[in-house]
């Protein structure tokens, strides 16, 4: 596509259910990142693919978030039993290749996730 | 762990006044660094890129800076315009494990009309 994109945009959930984020990066993209912005804050690390594989997950809060990819392309982001510490920005960019000093971060428009 | 620090969190300046926004980061193994804008509600915007190799990169009003040995980069806007207005955010492509950008807490700038 032309950007990244990013659903839901928003999401209000009840505390405890899951929620699933998705992302689908730039065609031809094989890098994609998570991030995670709480109200005010700067960009928090959660997890990043390298095509399907994720390299680093340290930056993912507990064992409730996962997150997979699947054929390069579209990632989704889960996050179970949901807490209002959860709620947040949950950003997600892409870029052609991590590993290339060059290659532009591309930022989705987030999914604004509140757990009440 | 590769830690990033901008300084100030947040400036007011009137119409027309040129203006450096300061970041700094303490691990220097860094592959680049990225100036981001972020407009209230909305993603980011990728400004500008420095490579490791590179020392600065310009784009109309905008000029950025690189010192690797010292850890620290800074963001020079010329004839600040209230358009300007935005969160600017800056990020170091590090690898610890695999590559991935780390970011700090941005600064927040309000250009007066």
């Known amino acids: 596509g032309a950007g990244v994109s990013q659903s839901p945009s928003n999401k209000v959930t009840e505390k405890g259910k899951d929620v699933e984020l998705r992302c689908d990066p730039i065609s031809g993209h094989t890098a994609l990142y998570w991030y995670r912005q709480s109200l005010g804050q700067g960009l928090e690390f959660l997890i990043y693919?390298?095509?399907?594989?994720?390299?680093?997950k340290s930056g993912l809060p507990s064992d409730r978030f996962s997150a997979e990819r699947t054929g390069g392309s579209v990632s989704t982001l889960t996050i179970q039993r949901t807490q209002q510490e959860d709620s947040a920005v949950y950003l997600c960019a892409s870029s052609m290749d991590s590993s290339q000093p060059w290659n532009t971060i591309y930022f989705g428009e987030g999914s604004w996730l509140t757990v009440v | 762990k590769q830690e990033v620090t901008q300084i100030p969190a947040a400036l007011s300046v009137p119409e027309g006044e040129n203006l450096v926004l300061n970041c700094s980061f303490t691990d220097s193994a860094i592959y680049n660094l990225q100036w981001f804008r972020q407009d209230p509600g909305k993603g980011l915007t990728s400004l500008l890129l420095i490579q490791s190799s590179q020392r600065e990169q310009t784009s109309g009003r905008l000029n950025a800076s690189l010192d690797k040995s010292s850890g620290r980069s800074t963001l020079y806007i010329a004839a600040s315009q209230p358009g300007d207005s935005a969160t600017y955010l800056c990020a170091v492509g590090t690898y610890t494990g695999g590559f991935k950008t780390i970011f700090g807490a941005g600064t927040r700038l309000f250009v007066k009309a």
């Open positions: 693919f390298q095509g399907n594989s994720a390299p680093d």
